[in-house]
């Protein structure tokens, strides 16, 4: 019973360089959010996807890019790392809208040096 | 945009003692959700209402509407509960929740 699951887990990136965090769901569910956890603050939202082929913006959006080419994965990406994204990266899914329960991934704890 | 207030923001407490912790938010929403996370950093989802209250084990949840308030309570507590308890907020839309900034609880055995 896999449900939400980000690779990888922990990645150290200089300024710059680019990468692209992965995160694979196996509950069917339409909806998938990117989220970063700061210290002192909640979580933000980053992008999310409504379903396959779509994407859009969150609250902190600038610097990241996203894809859901499949219904079961939605990738995010960092084109241009930059130290501001030093944070740890949630994904998470729901069936449909935000009134159902979000299912979350581990995190993946990214620093960027 | 919603604000999310949590309090208290750490809370150290004594095995068996009853815990509430209180979340308030400032625009309707059309549901809260209250949310676990462990030291390992995983989040877990604990209850989603609406209305009233919602209870799962020595775990209950309520809400008040009217006053925009959330309250998340522990009964005979254990150091297993040990853990950040996060409140969200939802519209109804597709964009995801707001958050707070979660609560730190320790309990001591």
């Known amino acids: 019973n896999a449900g939400v699951t980000q690779t990888p887990k922990f990645r150290v990136l200089k300024t710059g360089q680019s990468m692209t965090l992965l995160c694979a769901q196996d509950m069917n569910h339409e909806y998938m959010y990117w989220y970063r956890q700061d210290p002192g603050m909640g979580l933000r939202l980053i992008h999310y996807s409504v379903g396959e082929g779509t994407t859009a913006k969150g609250e902190v959006p600038d610097g990241y890019n996203v894809s859901r080419l499949k219904k079961q994965n939605f990738l995010l990406g960092l084109e241009s790392a930059a130290p501001s994204q030093t944070s740890v990266y949630f994904c998470?899914?729901?069936?449909?809208?935000?009134?159902?329960?979000?299912?979350f991934g581990d995190g993946t704890r990214l620093s960027i040096l | 945009k919603n604000e999310v207030e949590q309090s208290p923001q750490n809370l150290t407490a004594q095995e068996g003692e009853f815990i509430t912790i209180n979340c308030s938010y400032s625009?309707?929403?059309?549901?809260l959700h209250w949310l676990q996370q462990h030291p390992g950093g995983g989040i877990v989802s604990l209850f989603m209402?609406?209305?009233g209250k919602k209870k799962h084990g020595r775990l209950i949840a309520t809400i008040n509407i009217q006053e925009k308030h959330s309250s998340l309570h522990i009964t005979a507590s254990h150091p297993r509960d040990s853990a950040v308890y996060i409140c969200a907020v939802s519209g109804g839309g597709a964009d995801g929740l707001t958050f707070g900034k979660g609560t730190h609880l320790i309990i001591q055995p």
């Open positions: 998470a899914s729901s069936y449909s809208n935000s009134h159902q329960p979000q299912h």
């Open positions: 209402l609406s209305s």
């Open positions: 625009v309707g929403i059309s549901a």
